[in-house]
Every structure is written in C-alpha cells, then in structure tokens.
C-alpha cells in the first residue's frame, strides 16, 4: 500500500512557479513509477509528467515540456513537479499517482494510488 499527499499548490499570477510536492508512505517507494495529472473544472483528467522508480526516466505531455520539471528524492520519499511559466490553461485540481511498473504509462487508469488532489489556480 502506499499513501500520497500532495501540498505546494495555491494561487500564482501568469507566468509565475509553483512547486508542487507529494510525499509518499511506504518503504518501497523507489520501486513505483510516479505520474501527476490535472483535472480542470468540467474536464476529464490528464496527464502531466512521469518518472520512473529511479528518477532516471521522465517523460511529459507536450503542452508542458520546457516549463514543468518532474524530479523525486527517494530518501524522502517525495515527488516534486516543479511549474513554471504558469498560464492560466494550467488551472486545475493537480494529483500525484504510483504505479509498480517500469512501463511509461500515461493513463490514469493504469496508476493503482492516488493523492486527494490539491489546486493550483493562475490568475491573468
């Protein structure tokens, strides 16, 4: 089992950051694969960004390459998505997921644990 909380999210003007943490219980934590989506109001959720178990392999939706940075310090078993040139589009509930796998997944389905979500809201 493993549990995530997810704090850092508020509210920022466009074009500000925001750093986004989700730590993670269980003694394992380096053997799950971790993936942030987004949900916005009236909208399905959606990928983010994912990294592997050993924070060796990211990979990112495009509309955030180059301005979100996804890392994960295993000695503290947190994640960390780091966001920045925030745009008003990047409003949403934002949730950290695990998964025990090495395989690059995108879909929300395929993440076995979730965090209860926390918001990040930019202003114009």
């Known amino acids: 089992q493993v549990q995530l909380v997810e704090s850092g999210g508020g509210l920022v003007q466009a074009g500000g950051s925001l750093r986004l943490s989700c730590a993670a219980s269980g003694r394992t934590f380096s053997g799950y694969a971790l993936g942030w989506f987004r949900q916005a109001s009236g909208k399905e959720r959606e990928f983010v960004a994912r990294?592997?178990?050993?924070?060796?392999?990211?990979y990112y939706a495009e509309f955030v390459k180059g301005r979100f940075t996804i890392s994960r310090d295993n000695a503290k078993n947190t994640v960390y998505l780091q966001m920045s040139s925030l745009k008003p589009e990047d409003t949403a509930v934002y949730y950290c997921?695990?998964?025990?796998?090495?395989?690059?997944?995108?879909?929300?389905?395929?993440?076995?644990?979730w965090g209860q979500g926390i918001q990040v809201t930019v202003s114009t």
């Open positions: 997921a695990a998964v025990q796998s090495s395989v690059i997944y995108i879909q929300a389905r395929r993440y076995n644990y």
């Open positions: 990294i592997s178990g050993s924070g060796g392999s990211t």
